[in-house]
């Protein structure tokens, strides 16, 4: 039964009060909408769940086990401990770990969570902690992306705490820090305004959607851009070297040629020509983030599709409408063709050497399991 249709069914439990009510439905709820997100915790008996809002704006498991797989040490603190879902999974790599929260409400429920973890509990904010703490091999952050009205905030320092301001004293107490970031904060903004600092940065992508933005201290400034379901296809790379790539133009061989698209985590990570030299591809314009190439690619991290030879719309067709530096939205350019959605063709509007370009072309899936097999 949901949670919609047990919420109806309050005259049954009449032996609760309106708080254990509530209580019992925030409880269904919590695992029914996060069972998938966190499945570790849905197989432990008596873990509670927090309100709605947190547990959709905590990491996934996958995203919190990403984090864990890159430190370890004696003593880690986490001083926006939330929901706790972080706390958990990188506490698992840590022999101390302080939980520190300025809401009672959810310390209560990690106070239970974390019973038989070594996991210390602190109700106060993440300056106040500070102000007494020790050393940690671990400082570990999630600032708070909304203003005291619950706007949301596009600058560092408009998080909550205040990263930029209190960096000095996280350096004091931490050999590491790492910052979660929004994957609408500006990446460079965001590097910028912590410049004292070598940042290694890790876009973190899962099905394709950038889910957050890691900022780890104490690395040489590398920057890995992955979705967590193809970790094979991680991209790693430098500012510098995408800095130093020479663009090569495409618009040559897009007829009968394949197209590519790099996964959300590359393009958020900013590798726009360093892709194209590392798969031999070229880009069809500097700001569209296409690729083309004679050949296929086949372990290209992203979609790939076969151009047709014949790009003369077909009116009245089904097809995937996709922009791209276009100057026509997908929806306006699939009026202007008289298009229906579906079917398995892709219309994709792009800039082309500075000129708006329309391709018809269908979707190329690999698969290397079945000896290099194209569908």
Same mark, same amino acid.
């Given at each position: 039964?949901?949670?919609?249709? %047990?919420?109806?069914?309050?005259?049954?439990?009449?032996?609760?009060?309106?708080?254990?009510?509530?209580?019992?439905?925030?409880?269904?709820?919590?695992?029914?909408?996060?069972?998938?997100?966190?499945?570790?915790? #849905?197989? !432990?008996?008596?873990?509670?769940?927090?309100?709605?809002?947190?547990?959709?704006?905590?990491?996934?498991?996958?995203?919190?086990?990403?984090?864990?797989?890159?430190?370890?040490?004696?003593?880690?603190?986490?001083?926006?401990?939330?929901?706790?879902?972080?706390?958990?999974?990188?506490?698992?790599?840590?022999? &101390?770990?302080?939980?520190?929260?300025?809401?009672?409400?959810?310390?209560?429920?990690?106070?239970?969570?974390?019973?038989?973890?070594?996991?210390?509990?602190?109700?106060?904010?993440? *300056?106040?902690?500070?102000?007494?703490?020790?050393?940690?091999?671990?400082?570990?952050?999630?600032?708070?992306?909304?203003?005291? &009205?619950?706007?949301?905030?596009?600058?560092?320092?408009?998080?909550?705490?205040?990263?930029?301001?209190?960096?000095?004293?996280?350096? #004091?107490?931490?050999?590491?820090?790492?910052?979660?970031?929004?994957?609408?904060?500006?990446?460079?903004?965001?590097?910028?305004?912590?410049?004292?600092?070598?940042?290694?940065?890790?876009?973190?992508?899962?099905?394709?959607?950038?889910?957050?933005?890691?900022?780890?201290?104490?690395?040489?400034?590398?920057?890995?851009?992955?979705?967590?379901?193809?970790?094979?296809?991680?991209?790693?790379?430098?500012? *510098?070297?995408?800095?130093?790539?020479?663009?090569?133009?495409?618009?040559?061989?897009?007829?009968?040629?394949?197209?590519? *698209?790099?996964?959300?985590?590359?393009?958020?990570?900013?590798?726009?020509?360093?892709? #194209?030299?590392?798969?031999?591809?070229?880009?069809?314009?500097?700001?569209? &983030?296409?690729?083309?190439?004679?050949?296929?690619?086949?372990?290209?991290?992203?979609?790939?599709?076969? !151009?047709?030879?014949?790009?003369?719309?077909?009116?009245?067709?089904?097809?995937?409408? %996709?922009?791209?530096?276009?100057? %026509?939205?997908?929806?306006?350019?699939?009026?202007?063709?008289? %298009?229906?959605?579906?079917?398995?063709?892709?219309?994709?509007?792009?800039?082309?050497?500075?000129?708006?370009?329309?391709?018809?072309?269908?979707?190329?899936?690999?698969?290397?399991?079945?000896?290099?097999?194209?569908?």
């Amino acid at each position: 039964m949901s949670v919609a249709d %047990l919420a109806l069914q309050r005259n049954k439990y009449k032996h609760l009060t309106d708080d254990e009510w509530r209580w019992f439905l925030q409880q269904v709820e919590g695992r029914e909408r996060t069972a998938e997100k966190l499945p570790t915790f #849905a197989t !432990i008996d008596d873990w509670w769940y927090p309100v709605r809002l947190s547990c959709e704006q905590c990491s996934s498991e996958l995203a919190a086990r990403y984090k864990a797989s890159l430190v370890s040490g004696e003593k880690m603190v986490d001083l926006t401990g939330g929901y706790g879902v972080d706390t958990y999974f990188l506490s698992e790599q840590f022999a &101390h770990t302080d939980y520190v929260e300025q809401n009672a409400e959810l310390c209560r429920i990690a106070e239970h969570n974390f019973a038989d973890k070594p996991i210390a509990i602190h109700n106060t904010s993440a *300056e106040d902690f500070l102000a007494s703490a020790g050393q940690y091999d671990l400082i570990f952050l999630d600032p708070a992306r909304r203003d005291s &009205h619950g706007g949301k905030v596009f600058r560092l320092e408009d998080c909550t705490p205040n990263v930029v301001e209190l960096l000095p004293t996280l350096l #004091a107490h931490g050999k590491r820090i790492m910052i979660k970031l929004s994957p609408m904060l500006d990446l460079t903004q965001a590097v910028t305004s912590l410049s004292q600092v070598t940042w290694d940065i890790h876009a973190v992508a899962i099905k394709n959607e950038v889910k957050e933005v890691l900022l780890v201290s104490g690395g040489s400034g590398r920057i890995t851009a992955i979705d967590l379901e193809k970790k094979d296809q991680a991209f790693v790379f430098t500012r *510098e070297e995408e800095q130093n790539c020479l663009l090569m133009n495409g618009d040559t061989l897009l007829n009968g040629g394949f197209l590519y *698209e790099p996964n959300a985590a590359i393009l958020k990570a900013g590798a726009y020509k360093l892709i #194209a030299e590392r798969f031999g591809l070229h880009k069809l314009d500097v700001n569209t &983030h296409l690729y083309a190439a004679e050949t296929l690619v086949p372990d290209f991290p992203g979609r790939i599709w076969k !151009i047709a030879e014949s790009q003369e719309p077909k009116a009245k067709r089904q097809a995937n409408v %996709l922009t791209r530096n276009y100057p %026509l939205t997908p929806e306006q350019l699939k009026k202007k063709l008289h %298009l229906r959605d579906g079917g398995t063709a892709f219309v994709i509007g792009c800039r082309v050497a500075g000129k708006p370009t329309v391709l018809w072309a269908e979707r190329v899936f690999y698969n290397r399991k079945l000896t290099g097999t194209l569908y």
